[in-house]
Each structure stands twice: as C-alpha cells, then as structure tokens.
C-alpha cells in the first residue's frame, strides 16, 4: 500500500473568497457548494493534488512553512496575471539557475511561479 498526496490545504478567512482567488489564477473551477468556511478545488481530479481552503480562527502567525511552486513558459505574463487577481508581488529572484517571482494570495499565503 502506497501514500499519495490528495490536497493541499489553506487555512483562511473566507474560503470561498480565497477559493475564487486560486481557481482564476490556475483555470480550474471551484468544486460545487463552496462557502465562506469551506471550498475546495480539483477535488474531482482536474489537478493534483487539489487545493482545499478551510476557514479557522486564528491563523498561525509568521511565514508559511509550505507554499505553491508555480511554473509557466509565460511565468512574467503569468505573474502579471496573478497581480490582477489581487495577488501581491513580494520579490523577484535568479539564484541557482532559476528565475521566479514570489507572491502573496489575497489572504497572504506565500506561493512562487517560476520561468518554467
């Protein structure tokens, strides 16, 4: 028997709001019934693993410990993109061989989108 990774989970204010946020930016549909304490993407299998946002009451405080590497043959194009949805553009970094953009989600998680 094997493990598998089956969602990446959020922890946010609106869960429909933040839900909306990802499934513009990776033109994926919200899963149905969506509301402002749960929601969910890509649960039916339109990617992997699917994004889950659940609301709580206290988010921990600091930086996220895990986030979302992105990458796109058009990532600046991509990145432009992701700041119209209401994404904040933190920092734009070249180490290693590698070029990509850190950004903030609406409700401040951390995620990269990458020359890919």
Same mark, same amino acid.
């Given at each position: 028997?094997? /493990?598998?990774?089956?969602?990446?989970?959020?922890?946010?204010?609106?869960?429909?709001?933040?839900?909306?946020?990802?499934?513009?930016?990776?033109?994926?549909?919200? +899963?149905?019934? @969506?509301?402002? +304490?749960?929601?969910?993407?890509?649960?039916?299998?339109?990617?992997?693993?699917?994004?889950?946002?659940?609301?709580?009451?206290? &988010?921990?405080?600091?930086?996220? @410990?895990?986030?979302?590497?992105?990458?796109?043959?058009?990532?600046?194009?991509?990145?432009? &993109?992701?700041?119209?949805?209401?994404?904040? &553009?933190?920092?734009?970094?070249?180490?290693?061989?590698?070029?990509?953009?850190?950004?903030?989600?609406?409700?401040?998680?951390?995620? +990269? /989108?990458?020359?890919?």
């Amino acid at each position: 028997m094997t /493990i598998t990774m089956a969602a990446v989970t959020f922890d946010c204010s609106d869960a429909a709001a933040l839900a909306d946020f990802w499934s513009a930016l990776m033109e994926v549909p919200v +899963d149905p019934e @969506a509301t402002v +304490d749960y929601a969910s993407i890509g649960m039916g299998g339109s990617i992997s693993p699917a994004l889950v946002f659940m609301k709580v009451p206290d &988010r921990t405080p600091g930086k996220n @410990a895990v986030h979302l590497d992105l990458a796109s043959s058009t990532w600046t194009a991509q990145v432009d &993109r992701a700041v119209d949805l209401g994404a904040k &553009r933190l920092g734009e970094f070249d180490e290693a061989g590698f070029q990509w953009v850190t950004l903030a989600d609406p409700e401040g998680n951390l995620f +990269d /989108i990458a020359k890919g």
